[in-house]
């Protein structure tokens, strides 16, 4: 065969491999994708038996654990005093904690329900390199430098 | 002091900007002296840089909290080993750690390379101080390392306690020593192709820097993954996050790149795929950078700074712009001078390896974007978790481990029937035989993905060995020497080659570990109080006790357990969780110090056999109560100090904190005096050690390759090169008399 007819045959097939693997991959993506939402979009319309993930800030104040449960809840970022109370089993990062943005595979408890059940050790929290002090930190270590813990005090 | 860092960084930006002039202007006019100009430019800001660099890490280092980045970073009880690490745990300390340490490297390149590559080097010293200016440019105008408090703090908020590990000292720099080290090729290869100058000269170059660039963004990356392993309490090492994906995209197409650049200095061919590849790893180089400083991907989280996206956005559109027009642009210097003979062949096995390199690279790429495409796409952020990336890249891993076994044991141009049996005989041997013993181990065959992979490494490391036994075989007899002596003669003269088999054997057994421990690991998460036990994949786990210490910095409850198989003792285990006082007066003055930023210790029993890993997440609900009551005494007890005088009486207070921390120790103490059940995960894996001593194998491999050859050795690659560069001018002035 011509050399570069072979070429081109080789070319073609290389391509056409390559345009199904990725269509492929583009397919699966879509479909295995979780949609990420906010508390307020799941209140109002999450389904049960699908599986979202909810993001947000766990709500200060709202952390509970009792035999081997932790119950918190999820603040909508958009709509101040919205929240969804999850239900989680498994694994908690260490960097969880209250006021801390956190990802979590939850399915709705029933229909029109406020609970929402989360996938076991489904947890994310954000890689420990990201987390900066708050401006309002360094603010109030300069008006309040009694507010510090004694041994701090006493090394200062 | 911070004056005069602020304007040692000025000064910097200022040495950058003229060094690129000089630079560009001694290329167009021919005038050396600008030439060598420029390149001192890039000498004097490393000075100006170290110094800058310095400045600050002292600051750290006395607890200077004048300086903001000091006070948010550090503190006075931090310890000394973690104040020197601070600096890059911030984002303006991590800005000044990456230019300082290109400027490190460039100068580096440049006094290597001052005699080589004249025509190149001027355009790669403007590329490399175009990216100092770049960062000079954000540290001077927008995230300043040297701003100041107006009043400083008596103290500082201290390190994030999840960044206190041995690692932080080395894990950052020697990621960001790989981002800026694959900055050096990506700056010459913009050189080569602006200068067109495209034989294997610049490859020649700057081949040791992209080999160095591979082995510290690998050093890096396997030290982030131990560290999550021993420090995060998850139990894991690899958990697709988009800063693991950032880091691990660069070095996929790296690793292409350093297999691939053998094949242009060996038969001038793949010349327009080495150019884009070494293009796409800079530019991925600098992504991961961005992924990690900008915050993009996770802008759901309250704490990333994301000030940075959009100059980061206008140099990588710039960097892809730039690499697509200037390949296009050289279409036709970047012509192949061979064709590839024939699909059995250690060429076409390497193209094959780095089709697959790029595709996993693609696929990572496309799943750490997905978020963001998605949102484009649908107007819905959606995200893909680890198993949608399991899917694709273990099939491509299992493919790119086979051909690290198998290029190696394959000639150059065209294999015949006779060399691959010659060759490939033992190794398919050694994965036979270790797949049928295999299949007798009872539960191997639940798993048949861990067990075919286990064929291929047989497979892989029956290859290496064979190949050293007949190098030293070859040489015992040609140089007399006894085996031991005739195997580091061997290595020692060929680096590059035998370092390479050595990375893959290292390789192959980092992934055997990976498959091993995550298809037949055991988990199980109990609750348990004292004397209470479990049993986990044949071992009895018993809590024997639980235990406590107050210390300045953190309360720590930890337990220690004792683990048994058959009667017989096999380890005692000691896990703990330490709390990091809050700084947050809202939860009360004894509460603050119980709800703060905690961080797991795990409690782990290597072998290589098998890990025995156990975390414990104590629950602090039933001191709440005691807490609470300690809270309002502690407060009315404050008040009646502030009372009793205008000016508060020092003494009273500090008395008032020694009871307040008596207090405390107390009421963590009775996590051991009345214990109460605690949560505990428990993990059996097996061969998890393999993942490391893979690592250390391989990484050892890549300092092989990468430490210069004996005065002997490098005689005979420089007449190699030589006969090369001939060949490669002959062939111009051929085409040169062609055109004319």
Known sequence: ???????????????????????????????????????????????????????????????????????????????????????????????FREGRGVMVKVQRSGAGSALFIAEKDSMVTKCPSKFQVAPEELERRQADPDGLPPDRRAAA | MAGVGHALLVIALAVALYGIGASLHGARSGRRAWVDSGRRAVYALAGVLTLAFALLEAAFLRSDFSFQVVASHSSTTTPAFYKATAIWSSQEGS???????????????????????????????????????????????????????????????????????????????????????????????????????????????????????????????????????????????WAWDPVENASLMPWLTGTAFIHSIMIQEKRGMLKTWNASLILATGTLAILGTFLVRSGILDSIHAFGASTLGVPFLILIATMVVGSIGLVLWRRDALRSEHRLDSLLSREAAFILQNVLLVAMCFVIFWGTFFPLISEAVTGSKSSVGPPWFDRYTTPVAFAIVALTGIGPLIPWRRATVRNLRRNLAVPLAAAAVALVALALVPGVLDEPKAWAFAGIVAFVVAGVAQELWRGTRARRVMAQEPAPMALVSLIRRNRRRYGGYIVHAG???????????????????????????????????RYVRATTRTGSEKIVFGAVLEVRKDGRHVATLTTTRGFYPSQDPSLGIVGRFFNGEAESEVGLRAGLGRDIWVVVAPDLLPLQRIIEEGDRTFAAAMRSVARDGADVDGEALQQLFALRDQAIAGVARRWVTRPWPADFRLIVSPMATWIWIGAIITLAGGAIALWPAPAGGRRKVTAAYAARLARDLARSSREAADVA
């Open chain 2, 95 to 237: 800005l000044l750690l990456w230019v300082w340490l290109l400027s490190l490297w460039s100068s580096l390149v440049l006094f290597l390379a001052r005699r080589a590559v004249r025509e190149i080097a001027p355009y790669a010293t403007a590329v490399l101080l175009g990216f100092a200016t770049f960062f000079l440019g954000l540290l001077v105008f927008m995230e300043n390392p040297f701003a100041t408090l107006a009043v400083a703090p008596a103290e500082g908020v201290g390190l994030n306690p999840l960044l206190r590990h041995p690692a932080m000292m080395f894990h950052p720099p020697a990621l960001y020593s790989g981002y800026t080290l694959f900055s050096i090729p990506f700056a010459f290869a913009v050189g080569a192709l602006v200068a067109n100058r495209l034989n294997a000269e610049w490859i020649h170059a700057t081949r040791r820097f992209a080999l160095a660039a591979w082995l510290f963004l690998g050093v890096g990356i396997v030290l982030g993954a131990r560290w999550s392993y021993t420090e995060l309490g998850w139990g894991g090492y």
């Open chain 2, 507 to 541: 390789f192959a057994v980092l992934l055997l570990g990976v498959a091993i421990s995550s298809s037949f690991e055991r988990s199980k998460d109990v609750s348990m109080q004292p004397g209470d036990r479990t049993s986990i994949a044949g071992y009895d786990v």
């Open chain 1, 1 to 95: 065969m011509d050399p570069s007819r072979k070429r081109r045959i080789r070319l073609v097939v290389a391509l056409t491999a390559a345009v199904l693997l990725s269509s492929a991959l583009v397919y699966t993506s879509f479909s295995a994708g979780s949609d990420e939402k906010t508390a307020g979009q799941l209140l109002d319309s999450a389904v049960p038996g699908e599986t979202y993930t909810l993001a947000g800030t766990v709500e200060p104040g709202s952390v509970r654990r009792a035999d081997g449960v932790l119950w918190f809840r999820i603040m909508d970022p958009n709509r101040p005093g919205v929240s969804a109370r999850v239900r989680y089993t498994g694994l908690v990062p260490d960097p």
